[in-house]
């Protein structure tokens, strides 16, 4: 089964709320396979909507990934996140 990626672009505006995200979300992506390959590092935007903050994380699959979001966990921290970004998330299969 192929794995596949979670890639999120993210403009933050409520750093303080969104770091009780990123601290859930770490936890929940953790335990659903996730591993981050990139997390709001250095980044250079060739096209499309700038957003300061780039996410990528591996999962073993679509299904895990997806799973993860919809879990508990992943969805109590979401919570944080709603007011404190504007976020773009899709779920991509590798090949």
Not at 13 to 25: C, L, S
Not at 42 to 51: C, M, S
Request: with cysteine.
């Amino acid at each position: 089964m192929p794995g596949a990626f979670w890639i999120a672009h993210v403009e933050v505006t409520d750093p303080e709320a969104y770091g009780r995200y990123a601290k859930g979300a770490t936890e929940a992506i953790t335990a659903h396979g996730g591993v981050f390959l990139a997390r709001g590092g250095r980044y250079v935007q060739l096209e499309g909507k700038d957003r300061a903050r780039n996410v990528v994380a591996r999962f073993p699959s679509v299904e895990a990934a997806v799973g993860c979001y919809n879990s508990p966990e992943y969805q109590a921290a979401l919570e944080h996140a709603k007011g404190a970004a504007v976020r773009d998330l899709v779920v991509v299969e590798e090949v």
